[in-house]
């Protein structure tokens, strides 16, 4: 049996999405997502941030970059993938990202008066080339 890799997000981003362009035309958005928890400890309230770095690639960054903000609130499907790279100085780092498959904007209704995607408009990665930036008549429903 194979494992499960899946991560489900609901949180605020950090700032706007990071838009660059690769050779091939490839286009990868990345950005910081903040979720956060409440619970009492000692009668007292607490509140706990976790940051989550966030990548798109193609047809869903482009989407990204249009439609997402600094401070918006998105559900995002993805999995979790962990790279290693040599910073200046020639150590080898570790990240953790998320790579998103799909992204739901959420919110009041007043969040969206500028934007023309819906509340709770669902943006899958598109199947086809044809379809990368196509969002009319995507569906609304979360998926569970």
Not at 11 to 35: I, M, N, Q, Y
Not at 65 to 80: A, H, N, R, T, W
């Amino acid at each position: 049996m194979s494992g499960i890799n899946k991560v489900i997000l609901v949180g605020h981003l950090g700032k706007d999405p990071e838009v660059r362009h690769l050779e091939g035309g490839v286009t990868v958005a990345s950005f910081p997502l903040a979720t956060s928890e409440t619970y009492n400890k000692d009668g007292k309230r607490v509140e706990q941030t976790e940051w989550h770095n966030i990548v798109l690639w193609r047809g869903l960054a482009e989407v990204a970059s249009k439609y997402l903000q600094k401070g918006k609130l998105v559900y995002i499907e993805g999995k979790l993938r962990t790279r290693s790279f040599e910073d200046r100085e020639k150590i080898k780092k570790y990240v953790t990202e998320v790579v998103a498959e799909n992204f739901t904007i959420l919110g009041r209704k007043s969040d969206f008066e500028a934007a023309p995607v819906s509340p709770g408009q669902n943006i899958s990665a598109p199947k086809h080339e044809d379809d990368f930036l196509d969002v009319d008549g995507v569906s609304g429903d979360l998926p569970f």
